[in-house]
């Protein structure tokens, strides 16, 4: 397998910097004050995973558990994230997405799934097929 080339490394990173900048933008201007990106992820694990723990999220996004704690601080006080005590053990926490958070996640979810259409109009049925194969190949690769 032979190397990138620098002009390759280059357009790969000029691509990926448009992309995340479309991205961030778009969601900037849905919110007075745009989530940042341990938040939005935070929600939309709750969202995925309802009444699961700070720990869990933590262990999935592989941050600290003090790092989930602020992150659910500040959701909790903008109104988009619950936290629930269990009865039968006090010192547990579930969390659970408000109305509020629910309508964000929803929104989160119909922004990107309009991204994605974006992206793959401009190729073909074929194109597509592969350039999935190829992104699914990076992301999901064996150490």
């Keep these: 397998m032979t190397k990138p080339t620098d002009e390759q490394l280059a357009t790969l ?3 990926f910097d448009t ?7 778009a969601d900037a201007l849905r919110l007075d004050k745009p989530l940042n990106e341990l938040d939005k992820q935070t929600l ?3 969202g995925d995973h309802p009444a699961c723990g700070p720990s869990d999220v933590a262990r999935f996004l592989g941050v600290a558990n ?11 006080k903008r109104g988009l994230l619950q936290r629930e005590r269990a009865e039968d053990d ?8 408000s109305a509020e958070g629910e309508a964000y996640v929803g929104a989160q979810a119909q922004a990107h799934q309009a991204m994605y259409r974006l992206m793959l109009e401009r ?3 074929a194109e597509r097929d592969h350039f999935i194969a190829m992104i699914t190949k ?3 690769f064996d150490h």
């Design 66 to 76: 003090t790092t989930i704690s602020s992150a659910t601080d500040r959701l909790v």
């Design 19 to 25: 992309f995340a900048r479309r991205y961030k933008l």
């Design 138 to 140: 990076i992301v999901y």
């Design 123 to 125: 190729l073909s049925p």
């Design 13 to 15: 990173g000029a691509a």
């Design 44 to 46: 939309l694990y709750v």
């Design 90 to 97: 006090r010192r547990a926490v579930a969390l659970r997405l």
